[in-house]
């Protein structure tokens, strides 16, 4: 990102597919709304499903726990018991959200300035979060275009590493947020 010269930035994983029309619609996106500082794009798994991460909640201590009981799949669609997935939407609509994911997440380079970038002192799983914290807190809005999508093989680019660290690294992430 550093070393880059555009006036827009996209993170994106090397474990995806671009559909033809992606990065086009999100720059347009993006470039007729400029209250949204972050957009992200609805990601769906290989065989069609979608990945609910692309469009998320900032975790609480409630919805992490109705998530670690299980209460936002026995019941998916009350919002109450909704994860920081958002369960009880199908992710199928675009809207406004408090995060998305640093699988596929396209910006403005002004504002990666002026925010300082992301933090690469923090630990995988945290750094896009913590980033999208910061685009909210300076008064920017987080969207989701369900529009437009990518093919994300999930899991290919952390396949040498323990699934034991991966999950570590993602509660350590929840936590760092819950701290923030």
Not at 26 to 40: A, K, M, T, Y
Not at 46 to 56: M, V
Not at 114 to 135: I, Q
Not at 151 to 158: E, F, K, L, T, V
Request: with cysteine; proline share 5%.
């Amino acid at each position: 990102l550093k070393a880059s010269t555009g006036s827009f930035l996209l993170l994106l994983n090397p474990d995806t597919e671009l559909h033809p029309e992606t990065l086009e619609k999100s720059v347009n996106f993006l470039e007729n709304h400029p209250e949204i500082g972050l957009v992200g794009v609805k990601i769906k798994r290989p065989d069609g499903r979608i990945q609910l991460h692309g469009g998320r909640a900032f975790p609480s201590l409630f919805s992490l726990l109705t998530n670690s009981l299980g209460l936002d799949r026995a019941f998916p669609s009350l919002k109450i018991f909704s994860s920081p997935d958002l369960t009880f939407w199908d992710h199928s609509s675009s809207q406004e959200v408090d995060m998305i994911s640093g699988t596929f997440m396209l910006f403005r380079r002004e504002i990666y300035e002026e925010l300082g970038g992301l933090d690469e002192r923090l630990p995988l799983f945290f750094e896009d979060m913590e980033y999208c914290w910061r685009v909210k807190q300076s008064g920017r809005k987080i969207y989701y275009l369900a529009e437009t999508e990518i093919i994300h093989h999930s899991g290919a680019s952390s396949t040498q590493a323990p699934s034991f660290w991966i999950t570590s690294l993602k509660y350590e992430a929840n936590r760092l947020m819950l701290r923030q």
